[in-house]
């Protein structure tokens, strides 16, 4: 644009230096925790000096070298946090699966269909899409703890999947109302039911909406804390709730380079994520948008 | 569409809402107005050598049969929405009557643990979300204005506060701002205060708490409005600048104008998302200080002896302040449906 040009130096430096600021304020945390995660306590909270867990004094006095992977052993291994990684991915590859599957399903009817019930149900899953996770643990607990249910991964898996529905419908909602109407049309014209017209010519098309609705859906059940930390028994825990019982026992000498270690494994798939799918994450949060 | 065979595609996901959503509802008004089992008194008569003397004693088979055949507890009514720990009516009335200021019945009403919490959940959502706006406008401008080169990796690491589990977030931000901590001691050494400890006072927890909430929210906030000024029409821009308008101006009547909708849209997520702010003070440690409605309920449930009315009071009133926070959204979203219906 030919403004980009006239723009005073002054306007340009202000808002280049806003950008980095919030570049540091948003990165630094990040990777001043995964350079710490590789210290020991004493450095990574330097009671005498914080350039210390730049240095790693302790570290070298302690273990030797001026890195240790004390924390992630003793988290991995001695505390068992393979097991807890492991429930993580049955959980979210089954979450992911499973309200994709209902999701398209349902998300589809409600792009087709323009009666008035449409936009009622639209409604109520906004409304359940507001209420916070706890409110509806509070009512599972008694009923599942009466029914045997409580403590296993596939209760904690289709609440997951309920609890995400609202969300996945309404993307996928106005996902499918961008796929022109007369494709599935004239399908059924040509003698197609409404299903196979959905199987054959929606679902080749519907990949990258159902993807991008999958990361935020893998995002949800990944960061879930109030489902997993309620519903799951102590060997049957997911990352986020193990982490956190890591700080109930704070007080034991080494045990927060524990807790260290584990938040820094549980974000690396996060980043990951982002590294490859930064393109759909994008388009996923501002398509809810452009709808209104 | 037929109504037969939306009903059929809708089916499996509707019933898992239903089943899930809808009845736990049900389940927790239920339990709100039920309390747990008093124990068990009974009187014995304890004969020894000097006589007799009747003694009250907790019969604990008797209460463990009784809690074990009515597991909801007895019933009570609405008395658990006006007791102490909820709406505290009584308490409130009495505090009213013998405060002498309304600072000083401020004060006093803090002690309760529901008002505790709204207080902390409103003050938390109503300063988040305008800043989280706010902040994420100047951002995308400024990244607007970045060489294209630069911005792709910018909208990389503004991802990372918003996409990071809650609670690993609040974690992160919390070991480094503790005394023992890089910015903890940091600002120590800057206020010249050796003993300064954020988790210490309340005022620089709840400060604590908010700047976390906007460091994970801004980047929402952020990529939407970026992708909406990709949008601007180039003709009104054009045409202001043809008019004279400085660029402030040309922000603040095209831009700005053009960014409204997302606006709201942005306002909508993030009401919902703070009122039901939760993880931040499990990561931060912060319930001496601050406490939320979603954290009164996880504290109501967690333990040994988990108190089911009272968590699915709180859970009531915290569905109610979500009904109310979003019935204008649903009006205005209703008039807009009817209108492109006609």
């Not at chain 1, 349902?106 to 409304?127: C, H």
């Not at chain 2, 009104?236 to 960014?259: C, F, K, N, T």
Request: hydrophobic share 55%; proline share 5%.
């Amino acid at each position: 644009m030919a403004a980009a040009q006239r723009r005073s130096p002054l306007l340009v430096g202000i808002s280049t230096a806003l950008v980095l600021l919030w570049v540091v304020v948003a990165a630094f945390p990040f990777l001043w925790t995964l350079w710490g995660s590789f210290k020991v306590q004493a450095d990574f909270f330097s009671l005498a000096d914080w350039r210390n867990a730049w240095t790693g004094t302790f570290t070298t006095e302690q273990t030797g070298a001026a890195f240790t992977g004390q924390g992630y052993e003793g988290a991995w291994i001695q505390e068992e946090f393979w097991r807890a990684a492991l429930n993580t991915m049955i959980v979210v590859v089954s979450v992911v699966v499973i309200s994709l599957t209902l999701g398209t399903l349902g998300g589809y009817a409600l792009a087709r269909s323009g009666f008035r019930y449409t936009f009622w149900l639209l409604m109520i899953a906004l409304v359940f899409r507001a209420m916070p996770h706890i409110t509806l643990v509070s009512g599972y607990l008694l009923p599942f703890f009466e029914w045997n249910v409580w403590g296993h991964l596939p209760t904690a898996i289709i609440v997951l999947v309920a609890i995400n529905q609202p969300f996945t419908l309404w993307m996928l909602h106005s996902f499918f109302l961008n796929i022109p109407k007369d494709l599935d049309e004239s399908a059924m014209v040509d003698g197609c039911t409404r299903f196979q017209a959905f199987r054959h010519v929606i679902v080749p098309v519907m990949w990258p909406g159902v993807i991008t609705t999958g990361l935020f859906s893998f995002l949800l059940a990944y960061n879930d804390f109030a489902v997993t930390a309620m519903l799951l028994s102590q060997q049957n825990q997911t990352m986020i709730p193990k982490i956190a019982s890591f700080l109930g026992s704070t007080q034991q000498e080494g045990n927060v380079m524990f807790a260290v270690a584990a938040v820094v494994s549980a974000t690396a798939p996060l980043f990951v994520l982002i590294l490859f799918f930064q393109r759909q994450i994008v388009s996923g949060l501002t398509s809810g948008a452009v709808k209104g | 569409m037929k109504h037969r065979t939306f009903f059929w595609f809708i089916l499996p996901s509707l019933s898992a809402m239903i089943l899930f959503i809808a009845l736990p509802v049900g389940s927790v008004f239920i339990q709100s107005l039920h309390v747990e089992h008093e124990q068990v008194l009974r009187v014995v008569e304890n004969c020894g050598p000097f006589g007799c003397a009747e003694e009250t004693i907790v019969d604990r088979e008797a209460t463990a049969e009784l809690r074990e055949n009515q597991p909801l507890g007895r019933f009570a009514g609405v008395s658990n929405y006006l007791d102490r720990n909820h709406l505290a009516v009584a308490e409130l009335r009495s505090m009213w009557e013998r405060s002498d200021s309304f600072a000083d019945f401020a004060r006093r009403a803090m002690t309760l643990p529901f008002w505790r919490a709204l207080a902390f959940t409103l003050t938390f959502t109503f300063v988040v979300t305008p800043l989280v706006i706010v902040l994420g406008l100047a951002i995308a401008l400024g990244v607007n204005s970045l060489p294209r080169l630069f911005r792709g990796p910018t909208i990389f690491v503004s991802l990372l506060p918003m996409i990071v589990t809650p609670l690993i977030g609040s974690l992160i931000l919390f070991w480094m701002v503790d005394s023992r901590g890089v910015l903890g001691s940091s600002l120590q050494i800057l206020m010249g205060d050796p003993d300064l400890s954020l988790k210490a006072s309340p005022v620089l927890t709840w400060i604590m708490l908010m700047v976390y909430g906007v460091w994970s929210s801004a980047p929402f906030a952020f990529i939407v409005f970026y992708a909406g000024l990709q949008t601007v029409p180039e003709e009104p821009m054009e045409a202001a600048m043809i008019d004279g308008a400085s660029r402030w101006q040309r922000v603040r009547y095209v831009v700005i104008p053009h960014l409204m909708p997302l606006a709201v849209f942005i306002t909508l997520m993030q009401l919902m998302d703070n009122f039901r702010v939760f993880e931040p003070i499990v990561g931060f440690q912060a319930q001496a200080n601050a406490t939320s409605l979603s954290y009164n309920i996880y504290n109501y449930l967690r333990g040994d002896a988990a108190q089911f009315g009272a968590a699915a009071t709180t859970s009531m009133l915290t569905i109610f302040g979500i009904v109310v926070l979003l019935t204008p959204v649903l009006i205005r979203t209703w008039r807009d449906f009817n209108r492109k219906r006609t």
